[in-house]
C-alpha cells in the first residue's frame, strides 16, 4: 500500500510539473508566433484587393468597349458582356473543370512566351474573360506603366488544344486611375 502511494504521488508530482512547464513555455511561445500586427499592416492586403479590382474592372471596361473588333470578335456571334469574369482566386476552379489534356494544354498557352514577353516587372496580377462555351479567353494584365496586354487564347474546334491568337496592347487614354 505504502508503495503505490509513494507511485502515486510521483507520477502526481511529475504530471504537475509537466502541465506547469508546458504553460510556461506555451506562455513564452504564442507572442512569438502570433505577434501584434499595427493596423496599417491588416489594412494592406485589403488595398492590394482592392487596387487589383480596381486594375480588372478597368481592364475589363477596355476590352468591353473595345467590342473585340482588335480580337475578330463578331458582335453578332459572340457577346463579349456574356464572357465569364475570371480572377486569380477562381482561376484553379476554372481550369479544374477541363479535361487532364485540355488543362495542360491551356496552362502551355497561358504561360506561353508571348506571354513572358509581355510581362515586366511592376505589372499587375492578371485576370481572364472565358466565353460560356470554354473555347476562347481573353487573358488580360496592367502594366507598370499603365498600359493593358490582353492575349487572346483559342482553342482548335473539336480539340482539347489551346493555343495564342495574338497580343494585343491597348494604351489607356480617357479612363481615369
Known amino acids: 500500500m505504502r508503495k ?6 510521483i507520477l502526481t508530482f511529475a504530471v504537475l510539473v509537466l502541465i506547469t512547464g508546458t504553460s510556461v513555455y506555451a506562455s ?17 492586403p485589403q488595398a492590394v484587393q482592392d487596387r ?6 478597368q481592364g475589363r471596361e477596355i476590352i468591353l468597349s473595345s467590342e473585340g473588333k482588335a480580337f475578330g470578335i463578331n458582335s453578332k456571334n ?3 458582356s456574356k464572357w465569364t469574369f ?3 482566386a477562381q482561376f484553379y476552379d476554372m481550369i479544374s473543370t477541363f479535361s487532364i489534356q485540355k488543362r495542360s494544354s491551356f496552362l502551355e498557352a497561358y504561360y ?9 516587372v511592376g505589372d499587375y496580377m492578371s485576370a481572364l474573360l ?4 470554354k473555347s476562347r479567353a481573353l487573358v488580360y494584365w496592367e502594366k507598370a506603366n499603365g498600359s493593358y496586354v490582353v492575349m487572346d487564347l483559342k482553342s482548335k474546334r473539336n480539340s482539347k488544344s489551346w493555343y495564342v491568337d495574338g497580343v494585343e496592347i ?3 487614354t480617357g479612363f481615369k486611375k
Not at 506561353?112 to 515586366?120: F, G, V, Y
Open 28 to 44: 513564452d511561445a504564442l507572442p512569438s508566433l502570433f505577434p501584434n500586427v499595427s493596423p496599417e499592416d491588416e489594412a494592406l
Open 52 to 57: 487589383l479590382t480596381q486594375s480588372w474592372t
Open 130 to 133: 472565358i466565353n460560356p462555351e
Open 4 to 9: 503505490m502511494n509513494r507511485r502515486f504521488i
Open 78 to 80: 459572340e457577346d463579349l
Open 170 to 172: 491597348f494604351k489607356v
Open 86 to 88: 475570371i480572377d486569380f
Open 112 to 120: 506561353s512566351e508571348e506571354r513572358r514577353a509581355n510581362l515586366d
